[in-house]
């Protein structure tokens, strides 16, 4: 599973729970003040790539966290998506949310897990789902 | 084997880069000389490894994203592990009491990572037994003191300690991770940019706790940490930064020396070829580069019917001042010569196959004889033991 949050502390809860709940994960803290994300350029992100499930936590009033969100529908579209959306979203966000499982933001890492949980399954104790 | 490539996506992104910079390579080869074609390449190539320092320099500055990974918690939802890494600070007493702190609570597994630091100097020099035993040593008697020995386990390990804890997650798979350092490194100590480095790595709560002797356990403020950072990070940018220049100034001596190869391998084609022509434009006779002949005895019949001596190439053609070889096999039992007195040639022929040189720096017509008695009628008839060689 990767956790895409801005917040370090939020994301390593996050993590924590899905963890828990007997995931591998990844926590990426996207595009901010980071300047380019490997997700929008040349070079790929690998974590996403071999993600089994991403969950989105970016914040969608800025562009660099809406461009994330269009390269993971266009390059993985096959991939699960969990994202944490503002109460007010406009047409655009609306259009790219199309597919996703949403979860009112802030969600808290229970809400997190439990909407994973829903779209994944249970990982088995043998085989732990990858990040 | 796994495909380096994220999606296709990169494949082709990948292709049409790998085009783009194979064209002005082509172009070169195809219109100019060969050594452009090499100073295009080594550009290309140039412009390549700049880019990917720039990158690596960015990325050991903390400039890049990184993605934190850490493995599913092992063992029921009330137990907890706990990694701690220390090395020197095994000894401090707080350190040791907060372990037997974090082992008391019920379900925690504490484990100790005990990194023994071994510079690559010491692995040249064969120090590393004693590093070994040092941090042996130490957790011995952390894990005497603590006690606790179903829940308190731990392991010395010579890898460097980012590696070392990334080989603990595969084993123990820990839900935190405590770095001990001091403030300031020490010989035998953790750098105190390790917890950075660790934070930066692994999806998990990561504390860092300095301990210096006698006192109790301090966590660094943000401020701190990032000092801690931004020093590490640029002392390894600018440590990578020069080892890439050094790189690159080899490299480049190395393209030039080849380009100067080249060039003057070049010149020396195009001087012969000059050479060639301006020889053939004055109706001058060609010059062989090397010339194959033998000496063998009886072996061409006279005028009067009986087999004499004799060279099998009699007539040389040299140009003036110029070196010429001759590989001559004798196969006769005693040596013969080529001898031109008043051009200074005098090549004595030794039994058996050698390689000579005739040089002569006047141009002109040159009798030769054998001055070593043989065939005396071969001797005083060109043709035989005796021929002309025309300098031009």
């Known amino acids: 599973m990767l956790v895409e949050h801005p917040d370090e502390a939020t994301g390593l809860a996050i993590a924590s729970g899905l963890r828990f709940a007997g995931y591998a994960v990844g926590v990426c803290p996207g595009p901010r003040g980071h300047g380019q994300c490997p997700l929008t350029g040349p070079a790929g992100c690998a974590p996403a790539h071999d993600a089994d499930l991403v969950v989105c936590s970016l914040g969608y009033e800025h562009e660099a966290a809406r461009e994330v969100l269009r390269e993971l529908r266009t390059r993985y579209p096959d991939t699960p998506l969990v994202v944490e959306v503002p109460s007010n979203i406009d047409a655009d966000l609306q259009e790219l949310l199309d597919g996703c499982k949403r979860l009112p933001a802030p969600a808290t890492p229970e809400q997190v897990v439990v909407a994973v949980q829903s779209l994944y399954g249970q990982p088995s104790k043998e085989s732990p789902a990858g990040a | ?392």
């Open chain 2, 1 to 392: 084997m796994r495909s380096p490539f994220h999606s296709e996506q990169e494949a082709f992104r990948f292709v049409v880069l790998l085009i783009l910079a194979l064209i002005p390579v082509v172009l070169a080869a195809a219109l100019g000389p060969t050594w452009l074609a090499a100073v295009v390449a080594a550009v290309v190539l140039g412009a390549l490894a700049a880019r990917m320092t720039h990158l690596r320099m960015r990325r050991l500055r903390g400039l890049e994203v990184s993605v934190k990974m850490a493995p599913p918690h092992v063992g029921s939802a009330t137990e907890r592990r706990v990694l701690v890494v220390a090395n020197d600070t095994l000894r401090e007493e707080a350190l040791l009491g907060e372990v037997e702190r974090l082992a008391s609570v019920p379900g925690t597994h504490v484990f100790l990572l005990v990194p023994a630091l071994i510079s690559s100097g010491a692995r040249l020099t064969g120090g590393v037994d004693g590093l070994l035993d040092q941090a042996r040593a130490r957790l011995k008697t952390a894990l005497n003191r603590v006690g606790h020995e179903h829940l308190v386990a731990g392991e010395i390990s010579e890898a460097d300690p980012l590696r070392a804890i990334e080989d603990t997650f595969a084993t123990f798979a820990p839900d935190e991770i405590i770095v001990s350092t001091r403030w300031e490194r020490t010989a035998s100590g953790l750098e105190p940019r390790l917890a950075g480095l660790v934070r930066e790595r692994f999806a998990v709560p990561v504390r860092h706790l300095v301990f210096e002797p006698g006192s109790a356990a301090q966590e660094p403020d943000g401020e701190t940490e990032a000092r801690y950072r931004y020093e590490s990070g640029d002392r390894a940018a600018r440590k990578f930064g020069l080892k890439a220049l050094a790189a690159a100034g080899i490299l480049a001596a190395v393209l030039m020396s080849t380009v100067a190869l080249i060039q003057s391998s070049e010149r020396d084609e195009a001087r012969a070829a000059s050479q060639a022509a301006a020889a053939q434009a004055a109706g001058l006779p060609p010059v062989a580069k090397v010339v194959d002949l033998s000496v063998i005895a009886e072996y061409k019949r006279g005028p009067e019917g009986e087999k004499h001596d004799a060279f099998t190439t009699t007539e040389f053609y040299v140009r003036a001042g110029q070196p010429q070889e001759l590989k001559i096999d004798n196969t006769d039992s005693v040596p013969h010569s080529i001898t031109v007195p008043k051009a200074g040639v005098n090549i004595v022929v030794k039994p058996g196959n050698h390689t000579y040189t005739l040089l002569v720096k006047q141009p002109g017509s040159y009798l030769w004889y054998c001055t070593f008695v043989c065939d005396e009628w071969a001797m005083q008839h060109p043709g035989y033991m005796s021929g002309y060689i025309t300098v031009t």
